[in-house]
């Protein structure tokens, strides 16, 4: 069955960064589009990333410029890179592997910014 696991979440200070990590396991990973959506308390959960199998790139708005989505198919791992991190951007931060009607998703890790 699909894995995926999130990882390098952490308290980190306005203007810090940040670099998750999404290791994969049961799936033909080069085949699969792969996503970073977050989810802050009180609010839905949303699309921060996306990274398809080609490696084109979708980022949100609030994003763009700071964040940047990348994979590395031989280690079955897809990251995102954060920079420049504001209050806004804490929440737990979810991995998703969608092909065709298959999605997946990990148990979330989570990233604060606070001073």
């Known amino acids: 069955q699909v894995q995926l696991v999130e990882s390098g979440g952490d308290l980190v200070q306005p203007g810090g960064s940040l670099r998750l990590s999404c290791a994969a396991s049961?799936?033909?990973?080069?085949?699969?589009?792969m996503g970073w959506y977050r989810q802050a308390p009180g609010k839905q959960r949303e699309v921060v990333a996306e990274?398809?199998?080609?490696?084109?790139?979708n980022y949100a708005e609030a994003v763009k410029g700071r964040f940047t989505i990348s994979r590395d198919n031989a280690k079955k791992t897809v990251y995102l890179q954060m920079s420049n991190l504001k209050f806004e951007d804490t929440a737990v931060y979810y991995c998703n592997a969608a092909l065709n009607s298959r999605s997946s998703w990990g148990q979330g890790t989570q990233v604060t910014v606070s001073s």
């Open positions: 990274i398809t199998a080609s490696g084109s790139t």
């Open positions: 049961g799936l033909a990973f080069g085949f699969y589009r």
